[in-house]
């Protein structure tokens, strides 16, 4: 639609099926690229992406053209093939059902950043 301006910021959290540490230091960072392009594939700003083992935060300006539970769901599906495809694990690699979806303001961006690249500590 033209003339259209939207500024929706949401941050997903989704979780490794029952919450199994399965997402390696291996080959995380592959992954993290992965998922990205899929967001980006679909025409949505990728603000900043981290995982867990066990879960991944990923914050996104996003458009309007793609509900948000569709966008997990094709998120969900296309990186767990991806996984599965390259064999990282023994056995198969799946997403826990459901997830979490945020929305933040423009002014709290730069705390949820931070608070998405630290994880880890």
Request: hydrophobic share 35%.
């Amino acid at each position: 639609m033209p003339n259209t301006y939207t500024q929706i910021h949401i941050q997903f959290v989704f979780a490794v099926k029952h919450r199994v540490a399965l997402i390696s230091q291996d080959w995380e960072e592959r992954l993290l690229k992965y998922i990205t392009g899929i967001f980006q594939s679909n025409n949505h700003k990728m603000i900043q992406i981290n995982c867990m083992p066990d879960h991944i935060h990923i914050l996104v300006g996003l458009r309007t053209h793609q509900s948000i539970s569709s966008l997990i769901q094709n998120v969900k599906a296309e990186s767990s093939k991806w996984i599965n495809d390259q064999c990282f694990l023994k056995s198969k690699f799946s997403w826990q059902e459901g997830y979490g979806a945020f929305s933040y303001s423009k002014s709290d961006l730069p705390n949820v950043i931070r608070y998405i690249q630290n994880q880890k500590e």
